[in-house]
């Protein structure tokens, strides 16, 4: 078969694999399962797709899926954060890939198309439009073992779909694993919204009063991580428990009502939209920044501001202030976007090398075995503790047993 | 009805009261679900009765169910924990006690049986003896709307019992509320250990490594604490993802094996027997401690250190001096028993308001409605949600909505 | 020579011996230091005098000197510490010790006396008397070499007399060396005083306010362990720079004024006077804790306190409560009296092992050297070194030449 | 006076303009003293040079003194720092720039030259090289009333020169302000170095083993803050006490010797070179970075790594991967320059507000007086408070007098 593809500038390419070759580095979890996995022959021919955030760690695991005798599709979940050098080094490495930076929707849904009429044996979904084009188009779902999706968000719109009966095929809820949710929201998140924070904005941390909203893994590691800076935390929450966890490790708790004119650095890690509003942002000191650190950009009420704020400029790469009406600036950093991703590099490798194999775990767990019944999965207890133990020995960590 | 009970010496009520009223100026949680409940006349001319550790915070909530308009029974789950004075002070506040320290085992079961004959309620149980007794008699049993079972032990014995289909009342697990575990195991037992330690030992622990066996919600209290007093901490653990947590959270993790010549300090909290073996022990250094925090006394082998050691001296209250036959020196605290509890004050006394307030919360819930079925019940989230948010009203503590 | 001393109760001997023992296993560094000292026959037959605080960590180091062949009279310099049976312990081991627990101020000077007739060869001292009564009665002083004084009180003193031109003797002011006050103040103070008021209270820190009065190293040792604690931690300070560090440690900074408000638990360590006034007190929260670990109980103004209050009841061990005109009640920890001694159990002996190890060197340097000039020197170079040499040799710690 | 100077660009002002706005948010405590200077009309008319990092920071510092009615003259301490689009923008608003990125030698001595002819009244030095010039040529100090140096390299080359006599000028070292070595060399460098790193290589620090070169305060920086990240960190040191304190802050303490095959990063501190040779890379774990948050770019041998590689690859920006004769491969970052400037944005802008007050400080102190003696002087008490209660005003914090 032609190796098909639709890049922006295939000359990229090299660019691209030093990119993948510097996160090879730092994957030796994900390649301790390609050995093992690559023994059984159970990729050997078999049609795989992904659907995810197109950069040097996802190139890495596509590569790895085709090393082990699949045919690879891949495209790009966001338009937004694909990598038209990534993309140039999967093509000229013999994946098709399908993916253009900035694509449109019309675009986008595509190369979705390009990609799902192969009749795959697997997909891994990022956010739930593979499956959901599965359903509409039941005769390109017709091999399907399993869809893996990595976000809640796709994981929601399973469990819709199983809801109302409709779930058409086995899908499994990838972030469910320990070795996932337990490492990438907490430390991931935690040490790379920092990374993106400083960089952005060459400010001292030490001494400043930091606003965390929500406290659940995300959020305890951005205050963890913030504490760790010699910042004051304040965190604010719904939940009572966690409301009294956050207490316990030290930090002020309030509501953001009352938090809003102590913060001098903002982040939201609720998941839930307008968590800072138009009027706690009137509240806030001269020169307070926001920023979200989770997964949607609908945390910060940014069109409110945007509309009343008297004016508004880029000052700084991903920097952008905003005068209020009452006189304060005020910055908003990566548009309000996730803060690591929009404003930094992304998780570190060596955490994404966890969930990653998670993923490829998944994709071999439902290619191993006879067809599944069409409902959704937790990620098995053998396959999460692969990668535990796994990533355990590749530090040289020895547990008692 | 009389006011029948035994206890050692009722002149010591004076001084039980004493310590009865400094506790209960820090459990105001306690105080808000008595408010709250007493409201309601549900307790009233009810018979409850207690086996727990008696000390000054139960008998607080003891005497609270008592001013609620019920008659209340007590005795010790525990003859060593039994504090004369405090059972003195129930005696002359009205309250129904038959405990007395060191009791025999048979002076044990009289006290149960003192107590269970009078047909209660409900129960809180502390390791399951009530459970066991009113199993056996069931002719005590027949009034029984609920057994609150405070321990991990206990609910296990339940668990068994509903298993078999032999479970005989309806019975609530209140380890699993979240007020309770997420917070005593890990504050609560993390603080009061090192109270214990640095009291009984008088030595500096910045510095030192400290090993820590299990990074459960009792490892990981101690570590963290451990890690706020300046020790190099080091983690031993079976569980694969706990033992990544352990080192992302900064600490070094290997096997007990590697640790036992490293450690200048070691605490057990794994809830599992033998941890420290013998061979462990040959191994450490000249002057290390071992202690456990965990609920029982079989962490550390010390029955086969007992027989092996050339010599053995209680060299400090509660520090046992054991001369090894390979000429070092090594130190047991608290006969290895919990620390905190057998050799410290127990837990801070605004923590286990927490706990017995849940304890509380679960009586309310059984006696306020219709018989429940005979089966093991989890702490309704209303219970749960109830306590967290009066500990946040106390604290002052104002979050979102 | 006649054994002569003076002693409350000889028959206390056993008891004390057994704590000399307990902390002869945490005086590594002490006993290095005795090794070389010793070969060089400086101590031989020398006449020395020691006024300290008479407990075991102090009586270990007046054996050791006694040991090298030295002829060793020891005194109280605080009859409140003195620990009878530790002086029962030095009387059966040879050292004339002249003390008794709650002396008189006629008994105090007359031990003194005692003592200081011997005109010895090098002293001691801990607050300054020794050298006060050696300028009164310079008979006396006549084969002196050398004082050690251990305190900053003493040391102004000695700095008085010097600059008055009155200085009669070499001095030398032991709480300069870096092997001292980079260690006994922060890490030693720091951690006891934790365990002094957790151990009195026990109550919960994690999730509370401690206000810590003053950021010297005292201050930063207080406030990092009460930091590990999981307290919210509010620094007070007059000093501009250390007011910065704090902030930038992550601490709240502000007036005492503002703070009174809002601490659980107050904790002066500035060596000044009236820090805590009765205005502070009215303000502050009901249930608050006051203690102090700075070396005077002035920094709180107790008299007032109990002048103004309304009652005032013993409640707990070194827990004194007070109703304030207010209607809110305020605890007073160990009287206001230096809480780690007067509430607990005094500095880590691995700790003092540090400092009692420079007094040894101090001790070494007058006596192994021609006549010093009288006047107030600061402890030499190479002593400080061998010191923390010896610390780090005896803690098996390598480092880099 | 035409407006003379020498930029690589004048159109990059714009860009220059716009990094030194960002800054000039973050500076408020130069400001504020501009304020207070700027009335006392001290600058006024005079000719004053700085010889500096030429970045936004530095140039915020010039345009305050020309505000102040000064002339100025402005030339880069260092080529390889030098912003040209910062120099275009002082340019453009009135200061005499001569400064080009990556000037040759002869350039840069050529730039000095054109600055130091005019005369000037007082200048801000950078490393010593104004100093050396106008000693060289001392008719064009006649007018000199001081000069303010920044760095510990310059002020031991005033030393030198006091030492012999040979000192023409009063000078003062500006380092030893504690408003400035407090703070920007602890939690400055502390956290940008970590910037710096995570942004280079977009790794997790958590779990990973830091080994900190030095524990000055640089060194107890780089520590604390990757304890906050979640490293084990290893400390080396030369000194006993601070490799003591190390210890007592709960780091591991070992020769260099020792940590080299244990750390996964590595960061020099000390101030000295070859802290890490090719020996100690020959024993370091495979993927291990070497980087430097010293002055200088000496304390790693660079020079005998690249003789002794096999090969040598720059793999992404500010990380050069070395392929060893042993098999392994090693990454430097910053090619071991000063990883915070080399490899990252610098010092934090409101960090630097203290310092380069401190810079203005020292000019006002100097011009406001009499001429003054030619010697070394420290930064005078009044000034560095100044600095420290405007930085404790702007920052709304209130301190106890």
């Known amino acids: 078969m032609e190796n098909n593809f639709l890049v922006k500038d295939i000359n990229l390419a090299p660019k691209g694999e030093q990119q993948i070759e510097w996160v090879s580095n730092w994957m030796p979890v994900l390649d301790g399962l390609y050995e093992k996995f690559n023994k059984t022959g159970v990729f050997q021919n078999k049609k795989i797709a992904l659907c995810i955030h197109l950069e040097a760690k996802t190139a890495y695991l596509a590569l790895a899926i085709k090393k082990m005798g699949a045919q690879v599709w891949v495209t790009s979940s966001n338009p937004l954060s694909t990598k038209d050098e990534v993309a140039a080094a999967l093509a000229v490495n013999g994946i098709h890939v399908f ?56 994981v929601n719109r399973l469990k819709a779909l199983e809801k109302e009966g409709n779930l058409k095929y086995p899908a499994i809820a990838v972030n469910d694993a320990k070795s996932k949710h337990l490492f990438d929201n907490r430390y991931g998140t935690g040490q790379s919204t920092w990374t993106a924070i400083t960089h952005l904005t060459n400010l001292n941390i030490a001494g400043k009063v930091v606003v965390v909203a929500g406290y659940g893994w995300v ?83 940014i069109p409110t501001l945007k509309k009343k704020a008297k004016s508004f400029t880029v000052v700084r790469k991903e920097v952008e202030e905003y005068k ?31 969930s990653f194999s998670v993923q490829l775990g998944c994709l071999y767990y439902f290619l191993s075995k006879e067809d599944s019944e069409a409902k959704l999965y937790s990620v098995p207890e053998e ?18 047993h």
Not at 276 to 295: D, E
Not at 383 to 400: P, T
């Open 99 to 154: 993916a253009k930076h900035a694509a449109s929707k019309t675009e986008y849904w595509s190369y979705l198309e390009s990609i799902l009429k192969n009749k795959l044996d697997a997909t891994v979904d990022d956010g739930g439009d593979i499956c959901e084009y599965l359903h509409e188009h039941p005769e390109y779902g017709i091999n399907i073992k399993g869809i893996c999706e990595e976000t809640t968000t796709g």
């Open 219 to 301: 959020g305890k590691g951005v205050a963890v991580r913030a504490d760790g800076m010699g910042a004051e935390v304040i965190v604010t929450e719904v939940d009572p428990w966690k409301a009294l966890e956050a207490r316990m490790d030290g930090h002020r708790v309030m509501k953001m009502e009352d938090a809003s004119s102590l913060g001098d650095f903002f982040v939201t890690t609720t998941g839930l939209s307008d968590i800072i509003n138009y009027g706690h942002i009137l509240k806030m000191k001269n020169g307070a920044f926001l920023s979200n650190a989770g997964h949607f950009d609908f945390e910060i009420d």
């Open 383 to 400: 396959i999460d503790r692969l990668v535990a133990e796994e990533k355990l020995r590749v530090e040289g960590i020895q547990i008692d």
């Open 324 to 354: 209020l009406e009452n006189g304060k600036t005020i910055y908003v950093l990566a548009r309000g976007g996730i803060i690591n991703i929009a404003g930094g590099l992304g998780h570190p490798a060596d955490i994404m090398d966890m």
